[in-house]
């Protein structure tokens, strides 16, 4: 069957970013064409039938600080923790099963780890605070006591103010700290994982619920407030969330839309809003 073409349904998307000096009230505005992600075209699909988890629309914008150009294969921003990924201190030892493997896996974590954190090839600064200096792991007790630092130490390096472009607030090590050779296996196999994962973190620079939504006829707009404090970023690009696992929590739900905008607000004397215009024709 032919489908006529006046019966057809597009979507358009646009946005626009609108930056008030909050001591001056200077408005700068900046607008713009989005793409649709293939995932959002899938979430539009989903609504419609009404799929478990998809009834709650699009609900979040994530500003990020990468200009890499947005594809359709998108699922997130571009933003990354690093300047660079760090394929360079990747912990390749065993995971561990005695403490043989226990001391080995442990003793490159923390050569890895510490020639990691002063790089200024990914880093924006060296992390000359968080450093592992607890003895090589040559016996149990040494384990433990490097492990648990070893811990203590990425945890903080995580968030060093300063050294990433972006805080890593995924990576997370929860195990518990080492009391023994069972506890201290667990914790250095999560160390390994974690840090390793920490070496390519994707993230976003700020991410909030949206201020309002509203539909006019056949034009959707939804627009989100970031104060100067939530936005203090050289920003270049955002981008539209939705699902009921959309959250504050960076990477949450599935992307709709996703677009480059280049607005340098790192000194913070700008509040910004930012509104997505979707119209259906």
């Not at 839309?257 to 607005?263: G, I, K």
Request: with cysteine; charged share 20%; aromatic share 6%.
């Amino acid at each position: 069957m032919k489908v006529q073409k006046k019966n057809s349904l597009k979507l358009y998307g646009r946005w626009r970013l609108e930056a008030r000096h909050i001591k001056t009230g200077e408005l700068i505005v900046k607008d713009g064409k989005n793409l649709i992600c293939t995932v959002g075209k899938g979430l539009v699909g989903d609504l419609l039938i009404d799929t478990a988890g998809f009834d709650t629309g699009l609900t979040y914008q994530a500003i990020g600080i990468s200009n890499t150009a947005p594809t359709i294969d998108d699922t997130k921003l571009n933003s990354k923790v690093h300047k660079a990924d760090d394929e360079v201190n990747v912990v390749t030892a065993a995971d561990a099963d005695d403490l043989t493997t226990l001391e080995a896996l442990l003793n490159e974590i923390k050569g890895d780890y510490n020639a990691h954190r002063v790089s200024t090839t990914f880093h924006d600064a060296a992390d000359t605070t968080n450093v592992v200096d607890a003895a090589n792991a040559s016996d149990l007790a040494t384990s433990i006591a490097l492990a648990n630092q070893i811990k203590a130490m990425f945890n903080a390096h995580r968030a060093q103010d300063g050294v990433h472009p972006l805080d890593d607030t995924f990576n997370e090590i929860t195990s518990d700290d080492a009391t023994d050779l069972d506890t201290c296996i667990t914790l250095a196999n999560e160390i390994k994982n974690d840090y390793n994962a920490h070496l390519a973190q994707f993230t976003e620079a700020s991410r909030k619920a949206a201020t309002s939504r509203s539909r006019s006829v056949n034009e959707i707009t939804i627009t989100t407030f970031f104060t100067a404090g939530e936005s203090t970023y050289a920003i270049e690009e955002a981008g539209i969330f939705g699902h009921s696992t959309a959250s504050v929590t960076p990477d949450s739900g599935i992307i709709f839309s996703h677009w480059l905008v280049s607005f340098d607000n790192s000194g913070g004397v700008y509040d910004i809003t930012i509104s997505y215009i979707l119209t259906i024709g």
